[in-house]
């Protein structure tokens, strides 16, 4: 029986992952037993069903030629439809809203070409100033194709506080002249999740469309896109899906679109019946398929078979459970164990509104991330001085979540990071 007098010991933690229903999964990932990582916001871990699958897709390759784009036990052909499927409830969705495609900053261009329309005076974009930089520069060069001027029809809703946003000025920025409104699901640095369904009602209420950018959220938190009648998404999916560097990416677009003409066609937005028959004017597929461009990268699909079994197992729901439990376990431990080091959290202490990753600020964050990453713990430093930590469910504990805690109060104590320069890396 857990003794929660001790809460703040490793012996507790330890007990924690005894009674952990999903400790089994982390068998399933190759993991370090001379490190902690702590950095599957930034790129999940590799997965043992994920090497097979991809190793699979090798060997149909090697076996089949060109026949295993309709061969096989996953014929490349109807891959990113397959994968869609296999998604879809991750996002909330039905399967043939999703599709896997191209990249996150791929496919919000093809979803703003497909779906920003200036008319009856709207003809500004609404985002925010929290954004991941990809999405703006999307967003900008959408603009400028257009012969708008970003500076005028680029509206960025402001944080009140640098790492947070408010819901309410969201919805007052929402004005007549928006036309279409990106907004991440969960902000990258401070992990708030932003509330999708109130954002989409009050979009439509104005009959304005509404994005999102789940990359932070996908695999993380459940999603009800389509009940929640979000116009489209799209995220990326090596981050908590484990998909692995470079994976492809995944978008959905609610089927009151279906019938949309894709603003940046391609052979691959072909129904897949009339696509073979070479025709110069498209037949554009009946369902989120239409939004593909070019050929699917088999190769990079692959690992995603195996990783999305391992969802289909575990469950988003568990999986959530979970992550807001280390996640608020970290939380009380740097609360008590690092108060005398000049941390600040920036994630929102509300769990409902907390992602998957803890953000903490410090003036010396890049020496300390490097500090951190000499005893074996592999964080994730964010320009000018963030620090962010993600114990994810499938493969972190609640050791280790004590472990780097521990660990970087003797940092601090003991000064480690100041033989480092406090600046960071060509990638952080």
Request: hydrophobic residues 40%.
């Amino acid at each position: 029986m857990l003794d929660h007098n001790n809460k703040y010991t490793r012996e507790y933690a330890q007990e924690l992952d005894e009674k952990d229903p999903l400790a089994a999964f982390r068998e399933e990932f190759y993991i370090s037993d001379e490190q902690i990582y702590f950095d599957g916001n930034s790129l999940g871990l590799l997965s043992k069903r994920a090497e097979q699958t991809l190793l699979k897709m090798l060997h149909s390759w090697r076996d089949r030629g060109i026949d295993g784009w309709t061969e096989g036990e996953y014929p490349w052909f109807y891959l990113s439809e397959t994968l869609g499927e296999q998604l879809a409830p991750l996002v909330g969705a039905t399967k043939d809203e999703v599709i896997m495609t191209g990249s996150t900053t791929s496919n919000l261009h093809q979803l703003v070409a497909s779906f920003f329309t200036t008319s009856s005076g709207r003809n500004k974009i609404l985002a925010d100033e929290l954004a991941f930089p990809t999405d703006i520069y999307a967003l900008q060069s959408q603009l400028k194709l257009r012969g708008l001027d970003p500076a005028t029809h680029l509206v960025k809703v402001t944080s009140q506080d640098g790492h947070m946003l408010d819901e309410d000025d969201i919805i007052a920025a929402m004005t007549e002249d928006i036309a279409m409104i990106i907004l991440p699901s969960i902000l990258y640095r401070s992990g708030q999740i932003l509330d999708m369904k109130k954002l989409t009602e009050e979009a439509h209420k104005r009959n304005i469309v509404i994005g999102f950018d789940l990359c932070h959220s996908i695999g993380s938190i459940p999603h009800q896109l389509s009940e929640w009648d979000v116009d489209f998404a799209f995220w990326c999916n090596y981050k908590h899906l484990n998909g692995g560097p470079g994976a492809v990416g995944g978008l959905y677009v609610n089927k009151r679109h279906f019938g949309q003409t894709p603003g940046l066609a391609g052979w691959f937005s072909s129904r897949k019946d009339r696509q073979f028959d070479m025709d110069h004017e498209l037949t554009a597929a009946t369902d989120a398929g239409a939004f593909q461009m070019g050929t699917p990268h088999v190769l990079s699909l692959a690992p995603l078979i195996g990783s999305l079994s391992m969802f289909h197992e575990a469950g988003i729901d568990r999986i959530r459970e979970k992550s807001v439990k280390l996640t608020e376990y970290m939380l009380e431990l740097i609360d008590l164990e690092l108060k005398d080091y000049q941390f600040i959290i920036r994630n929102p202490r509300e769990a409902k509104m907390r992602g998957g990753h803890i953000f903490l600020e410090h003036k010396e964050a890049a020496r300390i991330c490097k500090a951190l990453k000499e005893n074996k713990i592999i964080p994730d430093f964010r320009s000018p001085n963030g620090i962010r930590l993600a114990p994810v469910a499938l493969y972190n504990t609640f050791t280790e979540v004590w472990d780097v805690v521990q660990k970087l109060k003797k940092i601090m104590k003991e000064e480690q990071y100041k033989k480092f320069e406090n600046k960071r890396g060509v990638v952080a």
